[in-house]
């Protein structure tokens, strides 16, 4: 309101909205749309804006399926800040949704290397893992996550579907209890 032409914080508006409709248990549509206004306008005031490009990518995903535009955002976000690794992060998700599990554990290694202490980016990576079937590797990366921080969920939840899928189902129960 203060600043209508500060492209960064439509970015940001875009990106909060995307995270609401994603964590939400009501209909995250409405939060969608109005993100893709956002990133929209912020790529208006600023093409250049890397985390713009990466909000619409997962609008592009996530409310129109659009899985071309999609990648061709990711692509771009990636282009324009090279060591943002939720862009890295994110276009990794994609692509192992997809299938295209090579190029999905490129870009979830770059993520790590980018920032390898942040809680978010290596269970992501684990998610990788465990969609390209490498089990051990994404139990691996799970408590790698945990010995930083024990209480972090995500890593615990993603340990315990690695350990389930592995056959070992008495490990798995004892992570996921300590999740709930």
Known sequence: DLDPEFAAAHSALARARIALANQSREPGRGLLERAKASALRAI???PGISDAHLA???IRR???WN???AE???RTAIALSPSCESAHRFYANFLAAMSRFGEAKTEADRACDVDPFCLVVTP???WVRYAAGE???AIERSRHVLDM???YMPARRMLGAALVAAGRPDEAVVELSAAA
Request: proline fraction near 0%.
């Open 62 to 64: 996530t409310l129109e």
């Open 135 to 137: 089990l051990e590797t």
């Open 124 to 126: 992501s990576a684990a």
């Open 44 to 46: 208006e005031i600023d």
């Open 56 to 58: 619409l990518a997962e």
């Open 67 to 69: 899985w071309r535009t």
């Open 149 to 151: 921080d024990a209480g």
């Open 72 to 74: 061709d955002e990711y």
